[in-house]
T-cell receptor, first 113, second 112 residues
Framework: DAGVIQSPRHEVTEMGQEVTLRCKPISGHDYLFWYRQTMMRGLELLIYFNNNVPIDDSGMPEDRFSAKMPNASFSTLKIQPSEPRDSAVYFC???????????FGSGTRLTVV | GDSVTQMEGPVTLSEEAFLTINCTYTATGYPSLFWYVQYPGEGLQLLLKATKADDKGSNKGFEATYRKETTSFHLEKGSVQVSDSAVYFCALHSGGYQKVTFGIGTKLQVIP
C-alpha cells in the first residue's frame, strides 16, 4: 500500500484566496482525520470522519474551514478565504479502528502571504 | 478530559547514550497508549503501542511499558543513534471516542 497520500506537498497562496488540500486514505481504513501542526499550538485535530460521515468538527477553527469526504478514498479540506494565520502544516491520517494507531500522510505545508 | 504530559525538550544526547523520554497520562477507563515519531519534513509514524497494563511495546530498539499504577508510558532506548534525531509524541486513546490525544512532542537531537 502506498500509505496515506496528500497533495500538494507545498502550497503558497495570497491572503483571500481559496485553498484546497487533498487526501487519499489507506484502502480499507474506516476513519479519516485532519490535523494542523504549528510551532505555537502543536498538533490540533480539526475534524474526523467515520465511514465518510463527519463525526466531530469541533476543532475546525471557524466557518472559513470546511471538509468533505465524498467517498471512502478521497477527502478535501478547504479554506476560503485564507489568512496568514492559517499558515501551518496540515496532516491527514487514517485508521481502521482505534487500537492499531493512525497512519499519517506526509503533510501539506501551507503558507499564506 | 483525557490528557498527556510529556517532558519538554529539546533533549540533546551523544551517540550511544541512554534515552528516556517521560510520559504520563490522565484518562478515563483503560486507554491504549502509543508513541509516534516525526522525522524532519515528514508525517508522524507509529513507533510502538501497548493496549493494557504491564504490556511492553517495542520497535527499532525503543521500548515503553504501560504502568497503570503510575499512569506512565516512558520511552527508552539503550543506545541512541544520530538517525534517531526526531520529535517523539506520546498519545492515548480511551473510551468510545475515536480521537487520539497527543502530547506536545519532545524533540531529540543526537550528536556524533
Amino acid at each position: 500500500d502506498a500509505g496515506v497520500i496528500q497533495s500538494p506537498r507545498h502550497e503558497v497562496t495570497e491572503m483571500g484566496q481559496e485553498v484546497t488540500l487533498r487526501c487519499k486514505p489507506i484502502s480499507g481504513h474506516d476513519y479519516l482525520f485532519w490535523y494542523r501542526q504549528t510551532m505555537m499550538r502543536g498538533l490540533e485535530l480539526l475534524i474526523y470522519f467515520n465511514n465518510n460521515v463527519p463525526i466531530d468538527d469541533s476543532g475546525m477553527p471557524e466557518d472559513r474551514f470546511s471538509a468533505k469526504m465524498p467517498n471512502a478514498s478521497f477527502s478535501t479540506l478547504k479554506i476560503q478565504p485564507s489568512e496568514p494565520r492559517d499558515s501551518a502544516v496540515y496532516f491527514c491520517a487514517s485508521s481502521f479502528g482505534a487500537t492499531d494507531g493512525y497512519t499519517f500522510g506526509s503533510g501539506t505545508r501551507l503558507t499564506v502571504v | 478530559g483525557d490528557s498527556v504530559t510529556q517532558m519538554e525538550g529539546p533533549v540533546t544526547l551523544s551517540e550511544e547514550a541512554f534515552l528516556t523520554i517521560n510520559c504520563t497520562y490522565t484518562a478515563t477507563g483503560y486507554p491504549s497508549l502509543f508513541w509516534y515519531v516525526q522525522y524532519p519534513g515528514e508525517g508522524l509514524q507509529l513507533l510502538l503501542k501497548a493496549t493494557k497494563a504491564d504490556d511492553k511495546g517495542s520497535n527499532k530498539g525503543f521500548e515503553a511499558t504501560y504502568r497503570k499504577e503510575t499512569t506512565s508510558f516512558h520511552l527508552e532506548k539503550g543506545s541512541v543513534q544520530v538517525s534517531d534525531s526526531a520529535v517523539y509524541f506520546c498519545a492515548l486513546h480511551s473510551g468510545g471516542y475515536q480521537k487520539v490525544t497527543f502530547g506536545i512532542g519532545t524533540k531529540l537531537q543526537v550528536i556524533p
